[in-house]
């Protein structure tokens, strides 16, 4: 089974519950899977997939996506499910099947779905960048990934949610901070969402640390 993930940008506008519009510079990742021909030798047309991503593409900037709230989840799961469906119908024609979606923003957080998931859940993931000044330690700036399931219905602001969890842990050194994050795994909001994943990323020294 051949996989494959294709690329392209997209701009998206949003307008929030209270009047407001938002504009976002998306670069959208697709991935299919399908079979390899065993004469050919071929796959999905790559030509042909370029072109489901172009016709989506117009399809999401010619329309304005509303959000129930100022958190804009239901919008952001609302234009998923449409670049989902649109995308299955495509690469079922041709015997493929999309399995994988990941919208990165231009500024650095990202909402994903994969085919292992149902059609009403995606992942969230917000970095967070804290200065780690140590008494005792070495300077570095630290990133901190937090990656969020949603499930359907779910209007939290993650990015805020984050921001209060790592808020509890702002004054440990690197060290200790690295230490600490694992129990904030599986941490559960209201909604029902929860926190899934974790990595650090010491920038300065060009590392990683994920916590699953």
């Known amino acids: 089974m051949l996989q494959f993930v294709r690329e392209i940008p997209i701009l998206i506008v949003i307008q929030g519950a209270l009047s407001s519009r938002r504009g976002f510079l998306f670069h959208l990742a697709a991935g299919f899977t399908k079979e390899i021909d065993p004469l050919s030798g071929m796959s999905v047309n790559l030509m042909l997939v370029d072109e489901w991503l ?9 329309t304005l996506f509303e959000s129930s709230s100022e958190s804009v989840n239901h919008a952001f799961a609302e234009v998923m499910a449409v670049a989902r469906l649109n995308l299955t119908e495509k690469a079922e024609k041709e015997g493929a099947q999309l399995a994988s979606l990941r919208f990165c923003e231009e500024r650095g957080w990202s909402f994903s779905w994969s085919h292992e998931q149902s059609p009403e859940e995606m992942m969230f993931t917000y970095p967070h960048y804290i ?8 300077f570095d700036l630290l990133r901190v990934n937090f990656e969020w399931h ?4 779910c209007e939290a602001d993650y990015q805020h949610e984050g921001f209060l969890l790592l808020k509890k842990l702002a004054q440990k050194e690197a060290s200790e901070l690295q230490n600490s994050l694992p129990s904030l795994l599986q941490t559960k909001l209201p909604s029902g969402s929860s926190l899934q994943n974790i990595e650090i990323e010491y920038l300065g020294a060009n590392y990683k640390v994920a916590f699953k």
């Open 131 to 138: 200065e780690s000044l140590p008494k005792n330690e070495k």
């Open 150 to 153: 949603r499930v359907q219905g």
């Open 54 to 62: 172009k016709d989506l593409k117009t399809d999401l900037e010619a």
